[in-house]
């Protein structure tokens, strides 16, 4: 009952949140003028800007920024325990991730759908635009890289999601083409859709596939080759023929996949066994698991607050979004949904797993099932050691109203595979956005073509793939610093969002320097431990490079300070001309 609980206050908690805050924040405090167009209407080329439903832009925009973070993080978080873990993504999600997203979304909309790098340019100076751009583009080469590495595990975890994650492809496109070309009903079309989506489930669950080694290369480097070459022609196609109905469809994926899980929670409830075995604040906290101040707000990301949410605010999301009216539901929904799917993740990692699981000594259920995943810090595992307890849980809790446990588990394969999918398609377009915008603005013309900026994202990418061997997992060397440098985005575009609401309201900025603040010392204190941990341990690139982020960190925010306090109140007439 406890669970059941803690998750029904928490939904109520985001809807009054979405009616209060989030109203707030779009009517005074961004000052929403809903008859003026959006980019997406006056800069409509077919490609990237194309006018598009809420329903679908919301499904985008949410399957984008959300991909395997939400999983993933929490599952190791809750380490220090599920209090300290519930409290971040409940708050943090309000107030924090929220307020980046939707600021995000409002100043790249005021901008003609322009990316952060780019608007920094126009409301701090040049030499900021830059250092966005290097940590931007680093991120994303990264993000490309590993989910290239996740999606492969995943494969080889759950080889029965291999057919259903491939088989969307058709489907979307078919779904793309029957709504933009046919003027099909869109609910009808999704309802087929999402019923062929189950069907390539259900044949997957019986016709798993495994990938050989071929010519040398491992099955890990085959799928991160195939799936590079996928996104290469994806991410260059415009979005209504595969990125914006694939988003879509697994949209729906994650809304079933969630009720699914609220319904376990339910039935569990009902005929007992779901309890918390997680200790509420850890006190015994495993050898090597780092301190919770920072590092949980640094793993805890997305569901509570992601850097690399600003880039899908002021990349793909602006360019589709037909009304301002919109924007607060895709940008600031879109967060409060991520964090009750974060919340969902806690539940199975702290309860549903304590239901119990098979292992080679025998059936353990309650602290020992617990205990069994945590009792070693979680975040030292592979790839499959982070996902288990989740996995498990939610089939767990699945299994109590009837779902076959096996079952349970492909449909978490394939929603994870999938969702790292669509991140995977968003941040490769992203990374084209990027590059075509500094190409322009250093007459670089070659780079300014979809197919060349888009060939040089995935070049980029497949180099630092494959430098380490043919296994494509190179990118895992640098994968360390991406907690810090992703929360480390977020803090920049909290920064520049400040600045730009200094201009336009007397106090209103406050909503988002407090948040800044707050990820500029948490940032900056888990560079510090890095730096001396890769330090001590004669990591030195990565010790160089923890260095460098925490010298263009201060060189920022100097730079920014400056900016801040130069920038003076002019609410009335100029502040309501900016609208949006």
């Given at each position: 009952?406890?669970?059941?609980?803690?998750?029904?206050?928490?939904?109520?908690?985001?809807?009054?949140a979405?009616?209060?805050?989030?109203?707030?924040?779009?009517?005074?405090?961004?000052?929403?003028d809903?008859?003026?167009q959006?980019?997406?209407?006056?800069?409509?080329?077919?490609?990237?800007?194309?006018?598009?439903?809420?329903?679908?832009?919301?499904?985008?925009?949410?399957?984008?920024?959300a991909?395997t973070?939400?999983?993933?993080?929490?599952?190791?978080?809750?380490?220090?325990g599920?209090?300290?873990?519930?409290?971040?993504?409940?708050?943090?999600?309000?107030?924090?991730?929220?307020?980046?997203?939707?600021?995000?979304?409002?100043?790249?909309?005021?901008?003609?759908?322009?990316?952060?790098?780019?608007?920094?340019?126009?409301?701090?100076?040049?030499?900021?635009?830059?250092?966005?751009?290097?940590?931007?583009?680093?991120?994303?080469l990264?993000?490309?890289?590993?989910?290239?590495?996740v999606?492969?595990?995943?494969?080889?975890q759950?080889?029965?999601?291999?057919?259903?994650?491939?088989?969307?492809?058709?489907?979307?496109?078919?779904?793309?083409?029957?709504?933009?070309?046919?003027?099909?009903?869109?609910?009808?079309?999704?309802?087929?859709?999402?019923?062929?989506?189950?069907?390539?489930?259900?044949?997957?669950g019986?016709?798993?596939?495994?990938?050989?080694?071929?010519?040398?290369?491992?099955a890990?480097?085959?799928?991160?080759?195939?799936?590079?070459?996928?996104?290469?022609?994806?991410?260059?196609?415009?979005?209504t023929?595969?990125?914006?109905?694939?988003?879509?469809?697994?949209?729906?994926?994650?809304?079933?996949?969630?009720?699914?899980?609220?319904?376990?929670?339910?039935?569990?409830?009902?005929?007992?066994?779901l309890?918390?075995?997680a200790?509420?604040?850890?006190?015994n906290?495993?050898?090597?698991?780092?301190?919770?101040?920072?590092?949980?707000?640094?793993?805890?990301?997305?569901?509570?607050?992601?850097?690399?949410?600003?880039?899908?605010?002021?990349?793909?999301?602006?360019?589709?979004?037909?009304?301002?009216?919109?924007?607060?539901?895709?940008?600031?929904?879109?967060?409060?949904?991520?964090?009750?799917?974060?919340?969902?993740?806690?539940?199975?990692?702290?309860?549903?797993i304590?239901?119990?699981?098979?292992?080679?000594?025998?059936?353990?259920?309650?602290?020992d099932?617990?205990?069994?995943?945590?009792?070693?810090?979680?975040?030292?595992?592979?790839?499959?050691?982070?996902?288990?307890?989740?996995?498990?849980?939610a089939?767990?809790?699945?299994?109590?109203?009837?779902?076959?446990h096996?079952?349970?588990?492909?449909?978490?394969?394939?929603?994870?595979?999938?969702?790292?999918?669509?991140?995977?398609?968003?941040?490769?377009?992203?990374?084209?956005?990027?590059?075509?915008?500094?190409?322009?603005?250093?007459k670089?013309?070659?780079?300014?073509?979809?197919?060349v900026?888009?060939?040089?994202?995935?070049?980029?990418?497949?180099?630092l793939?494959?430098?380490?061997g043919?296994?494509?997992?190179?990118?895992?060397?640098?994968?360390?610093?991406?907690?810090?440098?992703?929360?480390?985005?977020?803090?920049?575009?909290?920064?520049?969002?400040?600045?730009?609401?200094?201009?336009?309201?007397?106090?209103?900025?406050?909503?988002?320097?407090?948040?800044?603040?707050?990820?500029?010392?948490?940032?900056?204190?888990?560079?510090?431990?890095?730096?001396?941990?890769?330090?001590?341990?004669?990591?030195?690139?990565?010790?160089?490079?923890?260095?460098?982020?925490?010298?263009?960190?201060?060189?920022?925010?100097?730079?920014?300070?400056?900016?801040?306090?130069?920038?003076?109140?002019?609410?009335?007439?100029?502040?309501k001309?900016?609208?949006?």
């Amino acid at each position: 009952m406890d669970v059941l609980i803690l998750l029904i206050v928490c939904s109520a908690g985001y809807v009054i949140a979405y009616n209060t805050y989030g109203k707030f924040l779009a009517n005074k405090i961004f000052r929403l003028d809903y008859n003026k167009q959006t980019p997406s209407v006056t800069l409509e080329d077919g490609t990237d800007f194309v006018p598009t439903k809420k329903a679908i832009i919301f499904g985008h925009h949410f399957t984008s920024i959300a991909g395997t973070g939400p999983i993933v993080g929490p599952a190791i978080g809750v380490i220090w325990g599920w209090l300290p873990a519930v409290l971040w993504v409940f708050l943090g999600s309000i107030f924090m991730g929220a307020v980046h997203d939707f600021g995000s979304l409002i100043i790249s909309m005021r901008n003609e759908g322009k990316s952060l790098s780019e608007i920094a340019a126009r409301y701090i100076n040049p030499r900021v635009r830059m250092i966005f751009f290097l940590i931007v583009f680093v991120t994303l080469l990264l993000v490309i890289s590993v989910f290239g590495v996740v999606i492969a595990a995943v494969f080889t975890q759950f080889p029965n999601s291999v057919i259903p994650v491939w088989a969307q492809i058709p489907i979307s496109i078919w779904l793309g083409r029957m709504v933009y070309k046919r003027g099909f009903s869109v609910p009808l079309a999704t309802i087929i859709a999402v019923i062929l989506m189950y069907v390539s489930i259900t044949i997957g669950g019986f016709v798993p596939v495994t990938m050989p080694a071929i010519a040398g290369i491992p099955a890990s480097g085959i799928w991160t080759i195939l799936l590079l070459i996928y996104v290469f022609i994806a991410s260059a196609l415009p979005v209504t023929v595969l990125l914006q109905p694939r988003d879509y469809i697994n949209a729906w994926q994650l809304f079933i996949a969630m009720g699914m899980l609220m319904l376990g929670v339910i039935a569990s409830t009902i005929f007992g066994g779901l309890n918390i075995a997680a200790p509420a604040v850890n006190q015994n906290l495993p050898a090597g698991t780092p301190p919770i101040w920072p590092f949980m707000f640094v793993i805890i990301a997305c569901g509570a607050i992601s850097g690399f949410h600003s880039l899908v605010a002021s990349g793909t999301s602006p360019k589709q979004i037909s009304m301002k009216k919109d924007a607060l539901f895709v940008g600031y929904g879109s967060m409060l949904l991520e964090g009750l799917l974060g919340l969902l993740v806690i539940v199975c990692a702290v309860a549903g797993i304590a239901m119990g699981f098979e292992t080679e000594s025998g059936l353990l259920t309650g602290t020992d099932a617990w205990n069994n995943y945590y009792g070693t810090y979680l975040g030292a595992s592979g790839l499959s050691g982070k996902l288990a307890p989740v996995v498990n849980g939610a089939a767990n809790m699945m299994n109590s109203f009837g779902l076959p446990h096996t079952l349970g588990v492909t449909l978490m394969g394939v929603f994870i595979a999938s969702f790292a999918g669509t991140t995977l398609d968003t941040s490769v377009r992203l990374q084209r956005y990027i590059i075509t915008e500094l190409a322009g603005d250093f007459k670089i013309k070659p780079l300014t073509n979809i197919w060349v900026a888009t060939s040089f994202a995935v070049i980029t990418a497949a180099l630092l793939s494959f430098s380490n061997g043919t296994g494509g997992t190179g990118a895992m060397t640098l994968w360390p610093l991406f907690g810090s440098a992703n929360q480390l985005l977020a803090s920049f575009a909290l920064l520049l969002i400040t600045i730009y609401l200094k201009k336009r309201t007397r106090l209103g900025w406050l909503c988002t320097a407090i948040p800044c603040l707050i990820m500029l010392t948490i940032t900056n204190w888990a560079q510090v431990d890095n730096f001396r941990k890769f330090n001590s341990d004669n990591k030195i690139f990565l010790a160089g490079i923890s260095a460098s982020l925490l010298i263009l960190t201060a060189w920022v925010f100097i730079e920014s300070l400056v900016v801040f306090f130069k920038t003076k109140n002019t609410e009335s007439a100029a502040a309501k001309s900016a609208g949006a």
